[in-house]
């Protein structure tokens, strides 16, 4: 039960410690921003405004998440290793899986927040596009749902490289699986294109391994009206559920072995 | 030595959950993933790469990255190509020419995705997409942005060639063709023989062959295969029509069957065309491709 | 029950980027620490001090060795429930205030909100910060933070408390509030476990000491038996004195340096002081000060020391 108490003051602390940054408010207002843009490119072609509203919105949520994800990620980990903060954490009675998992939280409940605030901008940017707001407007809430799974991962990845580098290289590593995450699919297909046994292994094993986020891609579908089967967010849920799992997992054996000199 | 706080309640190894979590859920990622694959399978039919459908304006957002965009963009052509060969029989390739559109815009050096579009977007279903028109326009783009590959020619002047049967035009460009440098000699005379006597069995073959000898995908080769085995069955009609002929004028009535010649000496057994089925003799009493022919789907066209 | 008590604790930190080496900071360290002392850990930088403390509070593991806190084992963190540690240049996070963090790290003791923010309170006028207790740290001075440092080394009311290089960062009134700090939790029964350079600090604050060069102990036990402790000279300085003066102060070893109008001797032996304090007011000079110079640690290390570093040194170099 203390121990749950620690996991929550960790976590508590954590989102208090990001929303104060500065950097955060720029983000957000600068993401907002962006939104509010959807509308005046909007209103400069015609036939697809309700369209370019939400791929420009939802592009901005998931590109402004990103940053905000990678940025506060390191931040929040990566520094306190670095800048020695951890110190004082860990000379109390803190179990470092509970810093790690604390950390954790309060990183995705930031997220969360920042991402639910955009979302309001994007409504509201699409109510003044479309004058009105129906049941078929809710399609773009699932999108951003997966959004956030897509940001959970990416905050765990940070953390796990935050275990074992330096903040600088963990954003690099963090971005770079990101960006091969999105093409896992298209590398998939090539290693089947090609005549190479072994080419094909390896890009199976790495499709298995790496987060596959293209599968949390929604943002052009939903532009066009597609609805996200359910059956497709639960096991999206449950794939992001598992691999921040084993993230979270790994993290804490290799926290655990970690000297703060 | 193990220093891990996480040995220290008695009972609780956390450590070891830690472990079984990290294998359990990779194990469970596997089948999750699988599971995900299936069902985004219906999403993919209904191709994204057209939500933008200026491969011009993709270019500018790839920020320098185009080259490799335009290669991901291939292998979707490719991909949807070789997808839609296999799932709908009767196949449109709607998306075909757009796709082939985007990747060239992002890479237009990619000849390979010119010279696949021209054979695909020009041929018929269920080969290809039957859009000659389409097939041209992406061949003129690849020879503007590729003024010294004379190949292209070769392919613009099939394409009047052999769908649109446009002879004229075709002897023209096969001209410019083998003015450009390195076209090979055949170049200048298949102008002169097209220009002459139009359409026929040698110089499809040979437009053909060419096809084959330079294919850079299988699918383009096993196309022009396809054909060439339809030329040399054409042939064979041919040859099969002028002793259906003869026996007429021998025997002085028409034959009823190819066993009939067989009876007579005609033929030394039954004509079986290039893929094993036996010839017949149709209503007009001339030679046929045999019931279940799958050379009769492109005789059709 | 010892507060603690370390057995041959040896560190080994690899150093080199491409083959790791292992370098020795910390060698068979044994101490043993009574409760309710106030301990000092004495060294040069680069003694091993903090390696010390860090082992002690489980952020590095020892090479070899064992040591026990509060009789329980160092991956045992629940010890840390009864311990307080302030870190050598401590940091902490920038956008908390005061009074943020010290209810933050009061939660992680778990202790209950009206408790945390009587503490908070009390703890932030102790050291005092009570006029900042709502300013976000990154204003901080170096000064501030490390009382703040203090404080949440103190939020959970600790047995036994660990202070990385306490002093660094003070005014000397800093230095003097923490020196009766420390002090103060020694009359409350607490245990105090510092680490400092600075000989002065050790000197009145200590019960006894452990003193640590190129991670060897180099002795236990009472500041001033230990360094055999006494004045090395004592310093006399006075203004215009005639040069036979000076002449004459020469016969009692003392070697004259003059600053402008001052002239100021050293005086080897204390015997001798009074004579020669004698000598200088009949000959009408005028005596400024007299200081008794004691021997500082650096002294201590130059004399005592040296000659070890530089075996170790030869010892290092045969190694590799």
């Known amino acids: 039960m203390k121990s749950m108490n620690r996991i929550i003051t960790i976590a508590f602390h954590t989102f208090k410690e990001a929303v104060r940054d500065k950097v955060l408010y720029n983000l957000i207002i600068f993401a907002l921003l962006m939104i509010g843009c959807a509308i005046l490119f909007s209103s400069i072609s015609v036939g697809i405004e309700e369209i370019i509203v939400i791929d420009l919105g939802l592009s901005s949520i998931s590109v402004f998440g990103l940053i905000m994800a990678i940025f506060i990620g390191i931040g929040l980990v990566s520094k306190e290793i670095e800048r020695r903060t951890i110190f004082h954490i860990l000379s109390k009675p803190v179990r470092r899986f509970e810093f790690i998992i604390g950390k954790y939280l309060g990183l995705v409940f930031t997220l969360f927040i920042n991402t639910a605030i955009m979302t309001v901008g994007f409504y509201i940017a699409l109510f003044y596009q479309t004058r009105r707001l129906g049941a078929g407007d809710l399609v773009p809430l699932a999108t951003i749902y997966f959004i956030l799974l897509q940001l959970a991962i990416v905050v765990s990845l940070a953390i796990f490289f935050s275990c074992i580098s330096t903040p600088i290289m963990t954003a690099v590593f963090t971005f770079c699986v990101f960006v091969i995450g999105h093409l896992l699919s298209e590398m998939r297909w090539l290693g089947e294109a090609t005549h190479s046994a072994m080419v094909k292994k390896v890009t199976a094993v790495l499709y298995y391994l790496l987060p596959n986020l293209s599968d949390f891609d929604f943002i052009t579908r939903t532009a066009h009206g597609e609805k996200i089967s359910g059956a497709l967010i639960l096991s999206d849920s449950l794939y992001a559920l598992l691999y921040v799992t084993v993230l979270i997992s790994a993290s804490i054996l290799i926290f655990e072995e970690r000297e703060f000199r | ?301 | 029950m010892l507060a603690i008590e370390t057995t041959n604790l040896t560190k080994d930190y690899p150093v080199g980027f491409w083959r790791k080496r292992p370098k020795r900071v910390l060698e068979g360290l044994s101490i043993q620490v009574e409760k309710g002392e106030v301990f000092g850990l004495l060294g040069p930088n680069g003694a091993g001090k903090s390696t010390t403390l860090k082992i002690l509070l489980h952020l590095v593991f020892p090479t070899s060795g064992t040591a026990r806190i509060l009789g329980k084992e160092l991956h045992d963190v629940s010890a840390h429930e009864r311990i307080g540690f302030l870190p050598e240049n401590p940091y902490f996070y920038d956008y908390l205030t005061a009074e943020e963090f010290l209810n933050y790290a009061g939660a992680l003791f778990s202790l209950p909100a009206a408790e945390r923010r009587r503490r908070t309170v009390r703890l932030l006028e102790q050291v005092g910060l009570t006029g900042s207790r709502n300013l976000q740290l990154r204003k901080f001075s170096k000064g501030m933070v490390q009382r703040l440092g203090i404080a949440q080394a103190l939020i959970n009311d600790p047995e036994l408390v660990f202070l990385d290089e306490p002093m660094s960062g003070l005014d000397p009134l800093g230095r003097r509030e923490v020196r009766d700090l420390i002090l103060g939790l020694k009359e409350q029964g607490k245990t105090v476990f510092f680490s400092t350079h600075i000989l002065s600090d050790a000197e009145t604050l200590c019960d006894r000491v452990a003193i640590l060069n190129l991670g060897r102990l180099q002795g236990c036990g009472e500041l001033k038996e230990m360094l055999a402790m006494g004045i090395a000279s004592t310093e006399i300085v006075m203004e215009s004195p005639r040069q036979e003066l000076l002449g004459e102060l020469k016969i009692y070893g003392g070697d004259a340096v003059r600053t402008g109008d001052r002239v100021r001797v050293a005086i080897p032996k204390e015997s001798d002081v009074p004579a020669v304090l004698g000598r200088i007011l009949q000959a009408g000079a005028r005596i400024i000060s007299v200081n008794p110079v004691k021997m500082s640690l650096e002294d201590y290390f130059l004399a005592q020391v040296a000659k070890d570093s530089r075996e170790s040194g030869r010892q290092e170099n045969r190694v590799q």
Not at chain 2, 113 to 137: D, H, N, S, T
Not at chain 2, 153 to 181: C, H, M, N, Q
Not at chain 2, 253 to 277: C, E, I, K, N
């Open chain 2, 1 to 301: 030595m193990s220093y891990s706080t996480l040995s220290m309640a008695p009972g609780f190894t956390a450590r070891r959950i830690c472990w079984s979590l990290l294998i359990l859920g990779f194990v469970f990622l596997f089948a999750v993933q699988r599971q995900i694959d299936d069902e985004m399978g219906v999403y993919a039919k209904i191709s994204d790469v057209l939500y933008i459908p200026a491969g011009t304006n993709l270019r500018r957002l790839s920020l320098g990255n185009e080259g490799l965009l335009a290669d991901i963009y291939w292998t979707r052509v490719v991909q949807y190509f070789g997808r839609s060969h296999m799932e709908n029989a009767g196949g449109r390739f709607d998306l075909l020419a757009p796709l082939l559109r985007i990747t060239t815009d992002l890479d237009p050096q990619l000849i390979i995705a010119y010279r696949f579009g021209g054979v695909f977007l020009m041929e018929p279903p269920p080969i290809g997409a039957g859009q000659p028109e389409a097939a041209l326009q992406l061949i003129r783009r690849g020879i503007v942005a590729n003024p010294d590959y004379w190949r292209l020619w070769e392919d613009l002047g099939f394409v009047y060639y052999w769908d649109l049967k446009d002879y004229k035009t075709a002897a023209k460009i096969f001209k410019v063709g083998s003015e450009r440098p390195g076209a090979d000699f055949w170049m200048k005379s298949l102008a002169g023989t097209v220009a002459a006597k139009g359409g026929d069995i040698q110089t499809s073959r040979l437009l053909w062959s060419e096809i084959y000898r330079h294919a850079d995908t299988d699918a383009i080769r096993r196309t022009a295969e396809v054909h060439l085995t339809l030329l040399d069955a054409l042939e064979q009609m041919k040859k099969l029509d002028s002793l259906l002929a003869l026996y007429r004028s021998k025997e002085g009535h028409q034959a009823q069957s190819f066993y009939d010649l067989y009876a007579s000496g005609f033929l030394r057994g039954l004509p079986r065309d290039p893929t094993g089925v036996p010839y017949v003799i149709g209503p007009n009493g001339q030679a046929q491709l045999g019931q279940g022919s799958n050379l009769k789907i492109l005789l059709a066209q």
